[in-house]
């Protein structure tokens, strides 16, 4: 059974950081891509970040400069580094398994699914 595990979620101040993993079990994603949503309270989910296995990445505009995304090939990790944590980036975050970077980017294209993690920055 394909499974996404995430973890590294909390409560944090503004301005902080937080690094979420996600780990992929029952099945290798090293020829797709991987990538975190998030969905605030009462708004859709939209897209974050993702990675492919060469490295190539993407990122919303609004998490610019603030976060990384990086990979585990040999873990089939996928990592979110979140720093300068502003409230605005409180949501439930999911990891996501797809079959490229621009689809999971560009239309949210997604194939396998997280169960979420919870990030909550305070002001």
């Known amino acids: 059974q394909v499974q996404l595990v995430e973890s590294g979620g909390g409560l944090v101040q503004a301005g902080g950081s937080l690094r979420l993993s996600c780990a992929a079990s029952?099945?290798?994603?090293?020829?797709?891509?991987m990538g975190w949503f998030r969905q605030a309270p009462g708004k859709e989910r939209d897209f974050v970040a993702a990675?492919?296995?060469?490295?190539?990445?993407t990122y919303a505009d609004s998490v610019k400069g603030r976060f990384t995304i990086s990979g585990d090939n040999a873990k089939d990790t996928v990592y979110l580094q979140m720093n300068s944590l502003k409230p605005e980036d409180t949501a439930v975050y999911y990891c996501?398994?797809?079959?490229?970077?621009?689809?999971?980017?560009?239309?949210?294209?997604?194939?396998?699914w997280g169960q979420g993690t919870l990030v909550t920055v305070s002001s």
């Open positions: 990675i492919n296995w060469s490295g190539a990445n």
């Open positions: 996501a398994a797809g079959r490229a970077v621009e689809s999971m980017a560009r239309n949210g294209v997604v194939e396998i």
């Open positions: 029952g099945r290798s994603f090293s020829n797709n891509a």
